[in-house]
């Protein structure tokens, strides 16, 4: 038995993209996450570090996404790592890791 649970909080990087898999919604953006910088016990400075996340959602999330999600929105993510391996178009194998939401919250829109 395993566990493969994300959780994120974080801002949206890129308004989403919606397509159709069959007849199935899908939606794709980044997340942007941020540490703060902090100075550590031995006195050394820890610089603030962002980190992206690409974050796909299906079905009625993904139509929810295409309504109210935007650039610099806040957002709560739980879900799951998935990793993908295809092929370009010259051939050479490329890997994406993901986000596949299970849940969300919409904490702030963006600012103006």
């Known amino acids: 038995m395993g566990v493969n649970k994300v959780i994120l909080l974080g801002n949206v990087g890129v308004d989403p993209t919606i397509r159709y898999v069959e007849t199935r ?7 942007a996450t941020t540490e703060r910088a902090y100075t550590s016990a031995s006195g050394a400075q820890i610089p603030e570090r962002t980190e992206w996340h690409r ?58």
Not at 25 to 31: E, K, S, W
Request: aromatic share 10%; proline share 5%.
């Open 55 to 112: 974050i796909v959602m299906w079905d009625g999330a993904a139509e929810t996404a295409e309504k109210y999600i935007r650039k610099g929105t806040r957002l709560y993510i739980e879900g799951k790592l998935r990793t993908r391996v295809w092929e370009d178009r010259n051939t050479i194998k490329r890997n994406v890791t993901e986000i596949i939401v299970d849940t969300f919250e919409i904490l702030a829109p963006p600012r103006q």
């Open 25 to 31: 919604p899908v939606a794709t953006f980044t997340l």
